[in-house]
Protein backbone atom coordinates (compact mmCIF):
# COMPACT_ATOMS: atom_id res chain seq x y z
CA UNK A 1 0.00 0.00 0.00
CA UNK A 2 1.37 3.71 -0.63
CA UNK A 3 -0.05 6.55 0.50
CA UNK A 4 1.48 9.72 0.34
CA UNK A 5 -0.12 13.79 1.12
CA UNK A 6 1.04 17.29 -0.44
CA UNK A 7 0.82 20.40 0.93
CA UNK A 8 -1.47 22.90 -1.08
CA UNK A 9 -0.15 26.15 -2.69
CA UNK A 10 0.14 28.68 -0.58
CA UNK A 11 -3.05 30.59 -2.73
CA UNK A 12 -5.01 27.61 -1.59
CA UNK A 13 -4.04 26.66 1.59
CA UNK A 14 -7.14 28.91 3.48
CA UNK A 15 -9.34 26.09 1.94
CA UNK A 16 -7.41 23.25 1.20
CA UNK A 17 -5.85 20.95 4.34
CA UNK A 18 -3.26 18.77 1.53
CA UNK A 19 -3.76 16.54 -1.55
CA UNK A 20 -3.31 13.19 -1.23
CA UNK A 21 -2.56 9.87 -3.08
CA UNK A 22 -3.30 5.99 -2.47
CA UNK A 23 -2.28 2.95 -4.22
CA UNK A 24 -3.03 -0.39 -3.56
CA UNK A 25 -2.97 -4.12 -4.91
CA UNK A 26 -6.49 -6.17 -4.42
CA UNK A 27 -8.11 -9.29 -6.04
CA UNK A 28 -11.19 -11.50 -5.88
CA UNK A 29 -9.23 -13.84 -3.84
CA UNK A 30 -8.22 -10.70 -1.29
CA UNK A 31 -10.40 -7.89 -1.78
CA UNK A 32 -9.48 -4.32 -0.41
CA UNK A 33 -12.44 -2.96 2.04
CA UNK A 34 -12.12 0.54 3.02
CA UNK A 35 -14.20 1.98 6.06
CA UNK A 36 -15.07 5.58 5.94
CA UNK A 37 -15.65 7.41 9.34
CA UNK A 38 -16.85 10.18 10.51
CA UNK A 39 -15.12 13.46 9.15
CA UNK A 40 -15.86 17.06 9.69
CA UNK A 41 -14.38 18.17 6.12
CA UNK A 42 -15.13 16.81 2.82
CA UNK A 43 -12.61 15.30 -0.07
CA UNK A 44 -13.03 15.94 -3.52
CA UNK A 45 -11.98 12.44 -4.88
CA UNK A 46 -11.00 10.84 -8.11
CA UNK A 47 -10.51 7.04 -9.11
CA UNK A 48 -7.82 6.98 -11.82
CA UNK A 49 -7.38 3.40 -11.44
CA UNK A 50 -10.20 0.98 -10.29
CA UNK A 51 -13.95 1.71 -9.07
CA UNK A 52 -14.93 1.18 -5.36
CA UNK A 53 -18.44 -1.04 -5.00
CA UNK A 54 -20.14 0.55 -1.89
CA UNK A 55 -21.25 -1.64 0.20
CA UNK A 56 -24.58 -1.51 1.55
CA UNK A 57 -25.19 -4.39 3.04
CA UNK A 58 -24.05 -7.73 3.33
CA UNK A 59 -25.34 -8.97 -0.06
CA UNK A 60 -26.29 -5.21 -1.50
CA UNK A 61 -23.47 -3.44 -3.29
CA UNK A 62 -23.57 0.19 -5.70
CA UNK A 63 -21.04 1.03 -7.86
CA UNK A 64 -19.58 4.51 -6.28
CA UNK A 65 -18.58 6.97 -8.43
CA UNK A 66 -15.40 7.43 -10.76
CA UNK A 67 -15.18 11.12 -9.43
CA UNK A 68 -17.04 13.31 -7.18
CA UNK A 69 -17.51 15.06 -3.98
CA UNK A 70 -17.52 12.67 -0.64
CA UNK A 71 -18.79 15.84 1.94
CA UNK A 72 -18.31 15.63 5.41
CA UNK A 73 -19.89 13.07 7.60
CA UNK A 74 -21.16 11.42 10.73
CA UNK A 75 -21.45 8.19 9.21
CA UNK A 76 -19.69 5.01 8.94
CA UNK A 77 -19.12 4.01 5.12
CA UNK A 78 -17.79 1.16 3.79
CA UNK A 79 -16.12 0.21 0.05
CA UNK A 80 -15.09 -2.59 -1.41
CA UNK A 81 -12.60 -2.97 -4.49
CA UNK A 82 -10.74 -6.58 -6.17
CA UNK A 83 -8.12 -5.39 -8.55
CA UNK A 84 -4.85 -2.78 -8.25
CA UNK A 85 -6.54 0.70 -7.42
CA UNK A 86 -5.13 4.30 -7.23
CA UNK A 87 -7.17 6.89 -5.79
CA UNK A 88 -5.96 10.77 -6.23
CA UNK A 89 -8.25 13.43 -3.81
CA UNK A 90 -8.09 16.76 -2.17
CA UNK A 91 -8.87 17.18 1.96
CA UNK A 92 -10.76 20.27 2.48
CA UNK A 93 -11.40 22.41 5.46
CA UNK A 94 -14.88 22.20 5.91
CA UNK A 95 -16.11 25.90 5.06
CA UNK A 96 -14.83 25.23 1.58
CA UNK A 97 -17.73 24.06 0.33
CA UNK A 98 -19.72 26.91 0.26
CA UNK A 99 -16.77 29.11 -0.92
CA UNK A 100 -15.46 26.81 -3.82
CA UNK A 101 -19.16 25.61 -5.03
CA UNK A 102 -21.63 27.96 -4.14
CA UNK A 103 -23.67 25.63 -1.73
CA UNK A 104 -24.08 25.23 2.05
CA UNK A 105 -22.28 22.61 3.74
CA UNK A 106 -25.51 21.49 5.34
CA UNK A 107 -26.83 20.59 1.46
CA UNK A 108 -24.13 17.83 1.17
CA UNK A 109 -23.28 16.38 4.92
CA UNK A 110 -23.27 12.44 4.80
CA UNK A 111 -23.62 12.68 1.05
CA UNK A 112 -21.41 11.78 -2.04
CA UNK A 113 -21.96 13.67 -5.37
CA UNK A 114 -20.26 13.00 -8.61
CA UNK A 115 -18.36 15.64 -10.36
CA UNK A 116 -20.74 16.26 -12.99
CA UNK A 117 -23.80 16.81 -11.07
CA UNK A 118 -21.92 18.79 -8.47
CA UNK A 119 -20.56 21.02 -11.20
CA UNK A 120 -22.18 21.20 -13.73
CA UNK A 121 -20.62 23.05 -16.74
CA UNK A 122 -17.89 24.07 -15.01
CA UNK A 123 -16.75 20.54 -15.01
CA UNK A 124 -15.20 21.83 -18.31
CA UNK A 125 -13.12 18.29 -18.28
CA UNK A 126 -11.69 18.29 -14.89
CA UNK A 127 -11.99 14.40 -14.71
CA UNK A 128 -10.36 13.62 -18.25
CA UNK A 129 -7.57 15.86 -17.24
CA UNK A 130 -7.37 14.74 -13.66
CA UNK A 131 -7.09 10.94 -15.07
CA UNK A 132 -4.97 11.41 -18.03
CA UNK A 133 -2.57 13.13 -16.10
CA UNK A 134 1.43 11.53 -15.81
CA UNK A 135 1.24 11.94 -11.78
CA UNK A 136 0.51 12.55 -8.91
CA UNK A 137 2.59 16.06 -9.41
CA UNK A 138 0.25 16.92 -12.15
CA UNK A 139 -3.09 16.26 -10.98
CA UNK A 140 -2.11 18.28 -7.70
CA UNK A 141 -1.30 20.87 -10.66
CA UNK A 142 -4.35 20.20 -12.67
CA UNK A 143 -6.77 20.57 -9.36
CA UNK A 144 -4.79 23.31 -8.17
CA UNK A 145 -5.40 25.53 -11.08
CA UNK A 146 -9.23 24.31 -11.20
CA UNK A 147 -9.53 25.22 -7.30
CA UNK A 148 -7.63 28.59 -8.03
CA UNK A 149 -9.99 29.52 -11.11
CA UNK A 150 -13.11 28.34 -8.46
CA UNK A 151 -11.95 30.88 -5.54
CA UNK A 152 -11.80 33.78 -8.08
CA UNK A 153 -15.69 33.04 -9.39
CA UNK A 154 -16.44 33.43 -5.42
CA UNK A 155 -18.05 36.37 -3.95
CA UNK A 156 -18.36 34.96 -0.82
CA UNK A 157 -16.49 37.01 2.12
CA UNK A 158 -15.04 35.14 5.01
CA UNK A 159 -17.51 35.48 7.47
CA UNK A 160 -16.40 35.41 11.18
CA UNK A 161 -17.63 31.44 11.38
CA UNK A 162 -14.79 30.64 9.03
CA UNK A 163 -12.18 31.60 12.35
CA UNK A 164 -14.31 29.82 14.47
CA UNK A 165 -14.23 26.58 12.78
CA UNK A 166 -10.61 26.38 12.50
CA UNK A 167 -10.40 27.15 15.97
CA UNK A 168 -12.39 24.23 16.97
CA UNK A 169 -9.84 22.39 14.61
CA UNK A 170 -7.25 23.50 16.25
CA UNK A 171 -8.08 22.74 20.19
CA UNK A 172 -9.52 19.51 18.54
CA UNK A 173 -13.24 19.53 19.66
CA UNK A 174 -12.38 20.64 23.48
CA UNK A 175 -13.62 24.82 22.67
CA UNK A 176 -16.64 25.56 24.30
CA UNK A 177 -19.33 26.51 22.14
CA UNK A 178 -21.36 29.22 24.54
CA UNK A 179 -17.92 31.27 24.37
CA UNK A 180 -17.49 30.79 20.78
CA UNK A 181 -21.08 31.90 20.68
CA UNK A 182 -20.06 35.12 22.41
CA UNK A 183 -17.36 35.78 20.47
CA UNK A 184 -19.27 35.92 17.46
CA UNK A 185 -21.77 38.67 19.31
CA UNK A 186 -24.10 36.40 18.36
CA UNK A 187 -27.41 34.60 20.25
CA UNK A 188 -26.50 30.82 20.37
CA UNK A 189 -29.64 29.97 17.45
CA UNK A 190 -28.20 32.15 15.08
CA UNK A 191 -24.57 31.65 16.03
CA UNK A 192 -26.01 27.61 15.40
CA UNK A 193 -27.53 28.02 12.28
CA UNK A 194 -24.41 29.91 10.47
CA UNK A 195 -22.19 27.48 11.64
CA UNK A 196 -24.17 24.48 10.38
CA UNK A 197 -24.23 26.28 7.00
CA UNK A 198 -20.86 26.44 6.31
CA UNK A 199 -20.10 23.22 8.34
CA UNK A 200 -22.59 21.25 8.10
CA UNK A 201 -22.74 20.40 11.71
CA UNK A 202 -24.01 21.71 14.78
CA UNK A 203 -21.22 23.20 16.46
CA UNK A 204 -21.66 20.15 19.24
CA UNK A 205 -21.75 17.54 16.99
CA UNK A 206 -18.74 19.16 14.84
CA UNK A 207 -16.30 19.26 18.05
CA UNK A 208 -17.32 15.40 18.88
CA UNK A 209 -16.23 14.86 15.32
CA UNK A 210 -13.44 17.11 15.85
CA UNK A 211 -12.14 15.46 19.08
CA UNK A 212 -13.14 11.56 17.55
CA UNK A 213 -10.44 12.58 14.62
CA UNK A 214 -7.98 13.60 17.66
CA UNK A 215 -7.82 10.54 19.01
CA UNK A 216 -7.03 8.56 15.66
CA UNK A 217 -4.02 10.77 15.18
CA UNK A 218 -2.81 9.57 18.34
CA UNK A 219 -1.83 5.88 17.01
CA UNK A 220 1.65 5.44 17.79
CA UNK A 221 2.06 7.06 20.76
CA UNK A 222 2.39 4.58 23.38
CA UNK A 223 -0.49 5.50 24.93
CA UNK A 224 -2.88 3.43 27.12
CA UNK A 225 -6.46 3.62 25.79
CA UNK A 226 -7.71 4.82 28.72
CA UNK A 227 -5.34 7.35 28.79
CA UNK A 228 -6.07 8.39 25.15
CA UNK A 229 -9.65 8.67 25.98
CA UNK A 230 -8.78 11.04 29.05
CA UNK A 231 -6.14 13.22 26.68
CA UNK A 232 -9.05 13.95 24.11
CA UNK A 233 -11.66 14.93 26.91
CA UNK A 234 -14.25 12.23 27.36
CA UNK A 235 -15.65 12.26 30.60
CA UNK A 236 -15.09 8.29 31.39
CA UNK A 237 -13.90 5.53 29.03
CA UNK A 238 -17.75 4.41 28.56
CA UNK A 239 -18.71 7.79 27.26
CA UNK A 240 -15.20 7.49 24.97
CA UNK A 241 -15.94 3.55 24.14
CA UNK A 242 -19.61 5.05 22.87
CA UNK A 243 -18.81 7.92 20.77
CA UNK A 244 -15.36 6.01 19.14
CA UNK A 245 -17.69 3.14 18.00
CA UNK A 246 -20.23 5.62 16.96
CA UNK A 247 -18.30 7.57 14.42
CA UNK A 248 -15.87 4.43 13.38
CA UNK A 249 -17.89 1.32 13.83
CA UNK A 250 -14.93 -0.33 15.93
CA UNK A 251 -14.05 -0.31 19.66
CA UNK A 252 -10.81 1.31 20.30
CA UNK A 253 -9.09 -1.93 20.92
CA UNK A 254 -9.96 -2.98 17.76
CA UNK A 255 -9.05 0.10 15.88
CA UNK A 256 -6.07 0.17 17.99
CA UNK A 257 -4.48 -2.97 17.22
CA UNK A 258 -5.40 -2.31 13.70
CA UNK A 259 -7.55 -5.62 13.48
CA UNK A 260 -10.43 -3.49 11.90
CA UNK A 261 -10.64 -3.73 8.03
CA UNK A 262 -9.23 -1.18 5.92
CA UNK A 263 -6.99 -0.19 8.35
CA UNK A 264 -3.91 -1.45 7.06
CA UNK A 265 -2.94 1.70 5.08
CA UNK A 266 -2.60 4.13 7.81
CA UNK A 267 0.84 2.01 8.80
CA UNK A 268 1.98 3.61 5.03
CA UNK A 269 1.46 7.69 5.99
Same mark, same amino acid.
Given at each position: $? /???????????? /???? &???????????????????????????????? #???????????????? =??????????? /???????????????? &??????????????????????? /????????? #?????? $??????????????????????????????? !?? =??????????? =?????????? !?????? !??????????????????? $?? !?????????????????????????????????? $????????????????????????
Amino acid at each position: $M /KYLTIPPPPSLS /KYVR &FFWMLEGEASIEHPYIHRAMADGSAELVFHYN #GIFDELISNDKTIKSF =TSGLDAQSDKV /KRFSINQSFGIFGVYL &FPYAIPKLFSIPASELTNHMLDL /KTLLGKNEN #GLEEKI $MLAKNTNERVEILSTFLEQQLLKSHLAPPGV !FE =TINDIIQTKGT =TNIDALSERN !FLSRRQ !FERNFKRFSGFSPKVFSRI $MR !FQNVLQDLGNKKTLTQIGLDAGYADQSHFIREFK $MFSGYTPKEYFLNKGEGTEWRETK
